[in-house]
């Protein structure tokens, strides 16, 4: 039996994040960014511990890899390169804005204790056919400098915030010396919206040199009047990868001047998902011709199954995620847990209940429709089993979604054929599937008055 995890049984937790006043000026789409309404998922743990008995080696919670052993090999890695109060090496570019503690929050940039083009480091649009173990060492290689800052007042930390924002705006690698208060500790970071990250220290000191910025944003940069969704939507035409747009915009880059503050980068991600996704339905979808079949993509990767089904209907979306018992959203649970959110024609009044990877996904799907100048209802899925041994990010959903839909497709002349097809990608029955979204049930069992029509 399946155990549905739909937005009536999540406890809704309100939250203002006062940043997104600068970000878009039409109320009507403020909810779509601003999680009002963010899920608070509970598990029950049961006594005990099976780590205790696997020690690593047993697999017994039903994983491929032992995700404490990746964790730990990636420590013993970093510590034997990392094991002092000053660190030399090239930053991908990369930075980081935390969430804890908002208004005050700690920032600072990701630097690797190597010299060279380490631009893969920061670049999840080059993920994707990678092992585990590679994106993990990616990540974990980064040291985070840290610095307290108030988000409205940036500036007021003067000394490494410019530091940071030059580091940011870069279009390469740039060499960085950064001195910590003391060694960076052992903590790595794990997060189901932000790429990994590697141990931390408070900085004391940071030197650059040869940053060379990114032209593009530096004139959105530069532009005190450019309201921030603007820049964000130019850069994007400009060719910006998505990646660079959101750490910019985490740094305060964007934006009516007086308004400008650090965005934490958990949130910077889904803002610039959200808003380049909304601009293209709105402006290059909603007034194109509907597609005039049913197609299915699919792509696997590290343990996870993404089909994505085009129907030929106005633009409506829809993300289902179905987590098998063992996996991070449902460690201890004894059943397949799925979930999902929707939005019809007009959009979304409310933060959606499954986070950032809906925003990243609809950015995906919303891609291909510009490119194609067409429409369609979309129905976006993933089967994540255990062997997907730790979360990497909400970047994994876009860069997946975005490479099945670069792949060949298969078509077919009705709803049915479709569902038969898309049941054969799938070890979960399309009928839980189908119990699980709204859209499907709107497909296959809501009447139109087009039948009437003769």
């Known amino acids: 039996m399946l155990k549905i995890l739909g937005r009536k049984i999540l406890r809704k937790v309100q939250r203002e994040i006062p940043w997104l006043e600068h970000i878009i000026s039409d109320d009507k789409f403020a909810g779509d960014l601003n999680p009002q309404q963010e899920p608070e998922l509970k598990f029950r743990f049961r006594e005990g511990s099976l780590c205790l008995f696997c020690r690593g080696s047993r697999m017994l919670c039903g994983k491929t890899r032992c995700p404490a052993m990746v964790r730990l090999y990636s420590f013993l890695r970093v510590k034997s ?83 940071t924002l030059e580091i940011a705006l870069s279009r390469e690698p740039v060499d960085t010396e950064a001195v910590f208060k003391k060694k960076p500790s052992g903590r ?27 032209h593009r944003i530096e004139k959105a940069y530069s532009d005190p009047d450019l309201k921030a969704e603007e820049a964000i939507l130019a850069l994007y035409k400009s060719e910006v990868p998505v990646s660079r747009i959101q750490r910019a915009f985490s740094v305060g880059a964007f934006g009516v001047k007086i308004q400008r503050r650090l965005v934490p980068t958990r949130w910077s991600i889904t803002a610039v998902d959200s808003s380049i996704s909304r601009r293209l339905i709105e402006d290059e979808i909603k007034d194109k011709p509907v597609i005039n079949e049913y197609r299915v993509y699919s792509f696997n990767y590290l343990g996870n199954r993404f089909v994505i089904l085009l129907m030929p209907s106005k633009w409506k979306y829809e993300w289902i995620e179905a987590w098998y018992p063992g ?31 809906y925003y990243a996904v609809r950015l995906a799907v919303a891609e291909a429709l510009a490119r194609e100048r067409r429409q369609a209802g979309v129905i976006a899925m993933r089967e994540i089993h255990p062997n997907f041994i730790m979360p990497l990010g909400v970047w994994i959903n876009r860069e997946s979604v975005r490479e099945a839909l670069k792949r060949e497709c298969e ?42 029509l003769h």
């Open 188 to 214: 790595f970071l794990f997060d189901d919206e932000v790429q990994p990250m590697g141990p931390s220290a408070p900085l004391l000191k940071i030197d650059v040199e040869n940053a060379k910025v990114d």
């Open 81 to 163: 390169l990392v094991d002092a109060e000053r660190v030399l090496g090239s930053s991908p570019p990369g930075v980081f804005i935390g969430r804890i503690g908002y208004p005050y929050v700690y920032a600072g940039p990701l630097i690797p204790p190597i010299l060279g083009d380490t631009s893969l480091l920061d670049m999840p649009e080059m993920w994707i056919g990678r092992t585990i173990d590679e994106i993990i060492n990616f990540r974990t290689g980064l040291i985070r400098g840290n610095f307290r800052a108030n988000v409205k007042k940036p500036f007021a930390n003067e000394q490494f915030l410019s530091r």
């Open 411 to 452: 078509k077919f002349d009705t709803l049915n054929e479709a569902l038969t097809y898309i049941n054969s990608k799938f070890l979960i029955s399309i009928n839980e599937w189908i119990k699980t979204s709204v859209l499907f049930k709107d497909a296959l069992y809501q009447e139109r008055i087009t039948k009437y």
């Open 327 to 357: 996996t991070l959203w449902n460690p201890h649970g004894e059943s397949i847990a799925m979930g999902s959110d929707w939005e019809g024609y007009h959009g979304r009044t409310t933060y959606a209940s499954l986070g950032g990877c």
